[in-house]
């Protein structure tokens, strides 16, 4: 069985996929769930420029590609800084403990 540069790209894109979905399902830290958030996002990326070379339309792909690369990083910069005023606050990053606070 001959390998397509086109089938492994779709592999790794489902790989990314896979581990971003894993990270989120059993990480209860905050920063691990930025981190599979962010895994996330560049199987998206991937997948776009893919996409966008498949249909012979590289520019748009390129494109999309760039606004994810900046919607993906606000997202990162924000959590990680609501991560941090959540440990100076509460002491802890635990999701299970921060659910259980009132007010």
Not at 35 to 59: D, E, H, P
Not at 82 to 102: E, Y
């Amino acid at each position: 069985m001959t390998w397509t540069p086109l089938t492994l790209v779709l592999i790794g894109v489902i790989c990314l996929l896979g581990v971003g979905f894993y990270g989120l399902l059993i990480s209860r830290n905050l920063i691990k769930i930025i981190v599979a958030l962010q895994i996330l996002g560049k199987a998206a990326l991937i997948a776009f420029v893919m996409a966008g070379n498949v249909n012979g339309q590289t520019g748009q792909g390129q494109a999309l590609a760039m606004t994810i690369i900046v919607a993906d990083t606000i997202v990162a910069v924000v959590g990680l800084a609501l991560a941090v005023q959540v440990r100076r606050r509460f002491g802890t990053m635990d999701i299970k403990a921060l659910s259980n606070l009132k007010g």
